[in-house]
């Protein structure tokens, strides 16, 4: 620190500043400490501090209730459909709880109402009900939410890694590699998705998840662009010219450096493509463009019983109860991820921490008043 001299005689006034304060008395309150923003924002750091990235986010999470919850409530959901009825797929059967399978045409019961009670709670023979025909609707519903997620997770999968890839290589390389990358997303972008996916969906009779695949394909531009956006600044970074130097080569360089810095972008755009992809397929479906019978879906359920919304509304209800469901609990978990990594939110801090930070803010307001 830089001397200011002696101190004057005592009694005198000279080289004192306004008011007779001495200079240095005004430097000791600078360096003593920030303001009240600087103890504000230290406060805030106490809690996060000496964490890494991920503990720090993985906190913030835990205090989204609203994306806890919906997470909660997506892991029951998933449980529940693939406990029930068990597995069914490429010739697999495993078998679950229920005593039905969607497959099965028991006698019809009560009329095919619902024998679904709250109070006191029983679930009886047919809890969501039968169709006309006499098929167990808790178990058609079950076989439709493990379709209609098998979908959704295998869609935001390959769009996520195919929209994450080549936004990097587009960000990272520049120049040629860039233009033609995104020329090729510019072209992906005009395909009228509806259209090609109910295409597809017509003429394959295959499983759905090459649905899935052929929706996956068509649904990562945006997550390509915004990546591409983020790689673009982080090549400038001193950390990426370190790797450089150390004789990285480029692949290292975006896989192991830059592309773990663009996590939160990615999981975010994840999220938003799977809660987007329930409700096309749902489209889809509904018009008879996707899942066949006698497989069904959600969109498939709704379609084949729309004409019973007024005698039979159960038959209705149901799936659209769980299109719903599951639609808004994603949104919810990719909104709390979005708030997780964005380093400007405070939901990570504790209550207390909170609370001393706003005290913090309101002690310079109350020594104005006075």
Known sequence: MTSLGPLPPEGSNVGLGPGSEDPRSALSHVDEGPGPAGDVSSIEMKEVEGLSLGRIVFRRFLRHRAAIISLVVLVFVIILSFSSIGLHVFGIDTGGWWRWSFEDVPAIVNGGQPTLTLIPFDLGIHPFGQDSVGHDMFAMVMRGIQQSLMIVFVTGIV???????????????GGLTDTILMRLTDMVIIVPLFLLAAIVGRGVNGPSVILALVL??????????????????????????????????????????????????????????????????????????????????????????????????WLFWWPGVFIVIIALTINFIGDGLRDAFDPRQRRGLKRSVRLEAKAAQRKPQAAGRL
Do not use: C
């Open 159 to 173: 769009s996520t890694v195919i929209g994450a890839v080549l936004g990097a290589v587009a960000g990272y390389f």
């Open 216 to 313: 996956g394909l068509l649904v990562w531009t945006t997550l390509a662009r915004l990546v591409r956006g983020e790689v673009l600044a982080l090549r400038e970074r001193e950390f990426v010219d370190a790797a450089r130097v150390a004789g990285a080569s480029s692949v290292r360089i975006m896989f192991k450096h830059i592309l773990p810095n663009t996590v939160g972008v990615i999981v975010v755009s994840a999220t938003l493509t799977m809660s987007a992809t329930i409700l096309l397929e749902t489209a889809i479906s509904y018009l008879g463009f996707g899942v066949k019978a006698p497989d069904v879906s959600l969109g498939l359920l709704i379609s084949q019983y729309q004409s019973a919304f007024t005698t039979r509304p």
